[in-house]
């Protein structure tokens, strides 16, 4: 019986690429029956989403007005 080869797992730019959707669909494919297949890049890509998601609800806090420099006429 051939022993099986060492796992290889897609490198950190290729999963950017899926989780921003700029894989072509068979490369796109190919990730995703890796993660299918891999808890420990599921468990990766499920923690990247994640923070994907915390990104994008943060908004920048307003400055008070009495921090604003006042206007000031040339």
Do not use: I, N
Not at 60 to 74: F, I
């Amino acid at each position: 019986m051939k022993p099986e080869a060492p796992l290889t797992h897609p490198a950190a730019d290729e999963w950017s690429a899926f989780l921003y959707g700029e894989l072509p669909p068979e490369q796109h494919a190919a990730l995703e029956a890796h993660r299918a297949s891999c808890p420990a890049c599921a468990t990766q890509v499920e923690q990247w989403r994640e923070t994907m998601a915390t990104l994008d609800r943060w908004q920048v806090p307003a400055r008070p007005a009495s921090s604003r420099p006042a206007a000031t006429w040339l």
